[in-house]
């Protein structure tokens, strides 16, 4: 059965210190691994899709990275708008494109 | 560009009641879902439709279902609420394999 878990499940940070967010993973035959960012009371927003292990994405202040049984997140000098909820979701080869999702990991960052 | 739509964006039912959440997207994609989301256990996949006419059991699918007459349109039925099915309820649309999410409907059931 295919399965994610996210770690932590919540972090606080200051404005300007960096960290990183982690995606553990089982699949059978990955297709992708894909980030959302989820602010309260909307839908998840995409961020990022990561296809094979060594692979590695930058958007803005936001770096993921993949590899055989995890994907870290690097958030580096976040700000106070970086303040949400970040999913990982796992999409295994022959899926009708399904994705299975982790359970997230809330980010505060304080000013 | 609307992108994917959802109604209503809130709704209270009693045990018992039913309702139709629709769905509507306007990015021509051929692959929809509908999904679920609890505290503590992420989003949950209810049910999808790979085309339109098509329709396949997800994860949690026992309550609910579903039909895609329209490739635009997907829509979530519940014959008989429960109050185990308060919730927020996200459909998405789906092209090479990137998942396009709607704004999300909270549902009570009292």
């Known amino acids: 059965e295919d399965q994610v878990t996210q770690s932590p499940e919540a972090l606080r940070l200051q404005e300007g210190e960096s960290s990183s967010l982690n995606c553990s993973y089982t699949?059978?035959?990955?297709?992708?691994l894909f980030w959302y960012r989820q602010d309260p009371g909307k839908g998840p927003e995409f961020l990022f899709t990561?296809?094979?292990a060594g692979e590695e994405k930058e958007k803005e202040r936001l770096k993921a990275t993949l590899t055989k049984k995890e994907s870290f997140l690097h958030i580096t000098a976040p700000k106070p708008e970086d303040s949400a909820t970040y999913l990982c979701?796992?999409?295994?080869?022959?899926?009708?494109?399904?994705?299975?999702f982790g359970t997230g990991t809330r980010l505060l960052v304080s000013p | 560009n609307a992108g994917v739509t959802q109604t209503p964006k809130f709704r209270v039912l009693k045990t018992g009641q039913s309702m139709t959440l629709l769905c509507a997207q306007d990015?021509?994609?051929?692959?929809m879902y509908w999904y679920r989301q609890d505290p503590g256990m992420g989003l949950r996949l209810i049910h999808y439709?790979?085309?339109?006419?098509?329709?396949a059991k997800g994860e949690v699918p026992d309550g609910y279902n579903v039909s895609r007459l329209k490739k635009q349109n997907f829509l979530l039925g519940l014959e008989s609420a429960a109050p185990s099915q308060t919730s927020v309820y996200f459909c998405?649309?789906?092209?090479?394999?990137?998942?396009?999410f709607g704004p999300g409907t909270r549902l009570t059931v009292l």
């Open positions: 998405a649309s789906s092209y090479m394999g990137e998942q396009f």
């Open positions: 699949v059978s035959g990955l297709r992708g």
């Open positions: 990561l296809y094979s």
């Open positions: 979701a796992v999409q295994a080869a022959g899926s009708f494109q399904k994705l299975v």
């Open positions: 990015m021509n994609h051929e692959y």
């Open positions: 439709s790979v085309g339109e006419g098509t329709t």
